[in-house]
């Protein structure tokens, strides 16, 4: 199986412009995910797809695969649809989040392994729950699941609702799981789910992978008990930092 890593890079965010340029103990963000991907075993191939000029250069300069991509993509899903179209020897693309200097790469291989069931569509990670604070904080999607260990909806609200119990004690009667941002996907399903129009799940939460599900894909999850630290904004560099 050839599986190929992409991690899509923008200058323009909205609350953290040129993110994935910053300096973090001497490396940029951009080259620290470049070489934790690289560490992957699973990986035959890892690109940064930009479309930013600044971006591009840069992982040229440190010696990285970088491809210049559309600026009209409205996520990193669209943006890895681009690239993957350019390299159809790879039969699995995987996602990486470009804001997640410190990834893991038994998280990527973790997502890798799911494709060794050929049904698998899409795959992504959930990791459990551990206190109050993740389970309020909008900012940390929720994940329900099925018992065949697929996605069965995401909210940013915890989910599902525990009837006659105080919020507070939810966590003692249901195990509830936090979406971790790195996805999977057939290369030609990721061509197909990119070319759905957004859909009313999706505006509702602000979660992509809602129109895929309204549309009946399946997405596969897989547990794992890795922390990832997402780097959003400058004071989420800050707490880094501290760590």
């Known amino acids: 199986m050839n599986i190929l890593g992409i991690i899509p890079a923008r200058y323009a965010s909205t609350r953290f412009p040129g993110k994935p340029l910053v300096d973090i103990g001497g490396k940029s963000m951009i080259q620290r ?12 191939e890892v690109i940064v797809a930009t479309d930013d000029a600044r971006i591009y250069d840069h992982v040229i300069s440190f010696g990285g695969v970088v491809i210049m991509t559309s600026a009209d993509h409205q996520s990193g899903t669209d943006r890895c649809a ?62 329900v699941i099925n018992k065949l260990s697929e996605a069965v909806y995401f909210s940013r609200s915890p989910l599902p609702h525990i009837r006659g119990q105080e919020q ?27 070319k759905l129009p957004v859909s009313s799940l999706e505006k509702a939460e602000s979660l992509e992978q809602l129109r895929w599900i309204e ?5 596969k999850v897989a547990e794992t008990e890795l922390e990832t630290h997402a780097i959003d904004t400058p004071e989420d560099l800050e707490k880094l930092s501290e760590l």
């Open 33 to 44: 995910v470049y070489e934790q991907a690289k560490k992957c075993i699973h990986l035959s």
């Open 82 to 143: 681009e690239v993957a179209l350019q390299h159809p020897q790879y039969n699995v693309i995987i996602n990486i989040q470009g804001d997640e200097p410190f990834i893991d790469p038994e998280q990527i291989s973790k997502l890798a392994t799911c494709f060794n069931s050929e049904s698998t569509q899409i795959a992504t990670l959930i990791k459990k729950v551990q206190n109050q604070q993740e389970l309020l904080n909008p900012n940390s999607p929720k994940v």
């Open 168 to 194: 507070q004690n939810w966590l003692n009667y249901y195990t509830y799981f936090k979406h971790i941002g790195i996805y999977g996907y057939r290369a030609d399903i990721l061509q197909q789910i990119t």
């Open 215 to 219: 549309n009946d894909y399946r997405i």
